[in-house]
Nanobody, 119 residues
Framework: QLYLVESGGGLVQPGESLRLSCLAS????????IGWFRQAPGKEREFVASITTDGANYRVLDSVKGRFTISRDNDKSTSYLQMNSLKPEDTAVYYCVAKEKISITWQWWGQGTQVTVSS
């Protein structure tokens, strides 16, 4: 069983930055791909970014390319989502997710952390 806990959310002004963290426990993070999803009020949940088990490859939502960066530190069992130049439309609850390498679906989800971008 893998447990994921997000932190780092908050209220920021447009143009500012936040770094979200996802701490994993229960099992070694080495065997899991990590991703981030978000869900804004009244909208469907959407994929934001993902990174492979070894951190060698990643994917990022087009609308956040150049602003968001996903990374991981397996020694610390932690993944990060660095978010720069935040916009009001980035406001959402952000979820950390994980899946085994062979899995098609994201198997484990964190409880989410709120990010609000407003002036």
């Amino acid at each position: 069983q893998l447990y994921l806990v997000e932190s780092g959310g908050g209220l920021v002004q447009p143009g500012e930055s936040l770094r979200l963290s996802c701490l994993a426990s229960g099992e070694s993070l080495d065997h899991y791909a990590i991703g981030w999803f978000r869900q804004a009020p009244g909208k469907e949940r959407e994929f934001v970014a993902s990174i492979t088990t070894d951190g060698a490859n990643y994917r990022v939502l087009d609308s956040v390319k150049g602003r968001f960066t996903i990374s991981r530190d397996n020694d610390k069992s932690t993944s990060y989502l660095q978010m720069n130049s935040l916009k009001p439309e980035d406001t959402a609850v952000y979820y950390c997710v994980a899946k085994e390498k062979i899995s098609i679906t994201w198997q484990w989800w964190g409880q989410g952390t709120q990010v609000t971008v407003s002036s």
